[in-house]
């Protein structure tokens, strides 16, 4: 395809560097020229402005598939979408980054009177990393929650210990319950295709796929700690903090937010009903102290500095808090902070790279997941009219793959070798990223 990014921001480069091996990248930003930050991608550069009807002709608008704006300034990025409406109908995808003008474009009000000067879809990195924050909290002692088809689904990501009952054992010799399979481990960091001969070590993160009834059995068999996170500290106000304790409440969950500034703490105090907030530095060891922080089932560090989010957690972790989640706004330190013992760290950019990458697939094709920061990734295949009845052990993959989930029209199973697959039918499929390509051009031949 051939996309048209404007902005040459973090969220550009990061739209620009997973895009352009299998796509046609033209950048445009006012600057002068392309920054050194781009030089290693293989794209094409205009400088000039997306308002600027000269500068978007020179892009060729008659071949380009999709526009994403993703400048540092919301307006510009609407105006640029609108532009582009007025003089094309190219697909257009918006990055915003405050919470008014994501709520006016998606409002009801707003779609009921739509023209075809709108913008097609908005992402806010910044909701899409508080929903995958929320879920995680939602399972006891997971460390990636992921839900597919309506809640039917799930994929659940669990960090093995040293007492737990598969912990140097092999996954063929463990009687795990129906409905469900291991479809990952990551080990120190590397994430690979599981299969009955792996052992599974201490440390390492298996990523479980199955059925909400085949999960639960699973949690009771597995993990001892199966207690729903009660009390959390949030530390960062901003409007990750915001809108992570909007749902804490809704779901009934003690909750204390720390937050420096004055006028946004008042603001948090005067809008939510039943949080706790405190004024102060998330980086006050006697604050942390005195507030029993070390008591709380999570914390999560939400700053928008990434060397205070860290430590604030490993103080956090040092009092005694159950787990540990730190957002980090450069997805390069994300290892690092795994390493010196953060449990859980979410990413705004890798969120909304999730988002964009769905935004991008083809109809038959959605990226439902990337696991372990894009090594691997599961995919949603609907498997077309040409292809041929046959059970899965008949199926001979040019890539190591595993079928998670079979859908038939409204009835979904985890398969086995012997489940048949038929045109029509839905496929959940989970494969390492450098195989996506082969496996979704299998399906699909």
């Known amino acids: 395809m051939n996309i048209l990014i404007y902005g040459a921001t973090k969220f550009g480069k990061m739209a620009a560097t997973e895009l352009f091996r299998d796509h046609n990248i033209t950048l ?26 000269k500068a978007l002709q020179e892009a060729g608008l008659d071949t380009i598939d999709y526009f994403i704006a993703s400048s540092d300034l919301d307006e510009a990025n609407m105006v640029a979408c609108w532009t582009i409406k007025k003089i094309s109908d190219i697909e257009t995808i918006c990055f915003i980054g405050r919470a008014d003008l994501f709520h006016n474009i998606n409002s009801l009000s707003h779609t009921s009177y739509q023209t075809p000067y709108d913008i097609d879809t908005t992402i806010w990195p910044e909701q899409l990393l508080t929903q995958d924050v929320f879920r995680i909290l939602s399972v006891p002692g997971a460390y990636e929650v992921e839900h597919f088809a309506g809640g039917r689904v799930k994929l659940l990501e669990y960090k093995i210990t040293t007492d737990s009952p598969i912990c140097n054992v092999r996954v063929t010799d463990y009687p795990f319950p129906p409905q469900l399979l291991i479809i990952g481990i990551i080990r120190d960091h590397t994430l690979y295709i599981s299969d009955g001969q792996t052992t599974i070590l201490e440390g390492d993160k298996v990523v479980f796929m199955g059925t909400e009834t085949g999960l639960s059995t699973l949690v009771t068999l597995l993990f001892k700690e199966n207690n729903p996170v009660k009390t959390v500290t949030v530390i960062g106000g901003g409007n990750v903090g915001f809108m992570l304790a909007t749902k804490l409440e809704q779901s009934h969950i003690k909750l204390k937010i720390i937050e420096r500034n ?54 956090a972790k040092q009092l005694g808090s159950g787990r540990i989640i730190t957002r980090v706004g450069n997805i390069r330190n994300a ?34 997941a990337r696991i372990e920061r894009g090594q691997g990734e599961l995919l949603r295949i609907t498997l077309p009219d040409s292809f041929i009845e046959k059970r899965l052990m008949d199926i001979n993959m040019p890539a190591k793959a595993i079928i998670g989930v079979v859908q038939h029209e409204r009835d979904l199973s985890i398969p086995n070798g012997r489940s048949i697959v038929k045109p029509g039918d839905q496929l959940k499929v989970f494969t390492m990223a450098k195989d996506a390509e082969a496996i979704k051009s299998f399906f699909l031949q």
């Open 262 to 315: 004055h006028d946004r703490c008042r603001y948090l105090a005067d809008t939510l009903s039943k949080s706790l907030v405190l004024q102060g530095d998330g980086t006050d060891l006697e604050l942390l102290e005195n507030e029993s922080v070390g008591d709380c089932d999570v914390t999560v560090c939400v700053t928008d500095n990434d060397e205070k989010n860290l430590l604030c957690g490993l103080l």
């Open 28 to 53: 445009m930003d006012e600057l002068p020229q392309l920054p050194e930050s781009f030089g290693h991608l293989d794209i094409r550069y205009i400088s000039g402005h997306s308002t600027d009807i």
């Open 335 to 368: 290892e690092l902070f795994e390493r010196v013992g953060i449990d859980i760290v979410v990413s705004p950019e890798d969120s909304a790279l999730q988002e964009l990458l769905n935004r991008l697939q083809k109809p038959a094709i959605d990226i439902l």
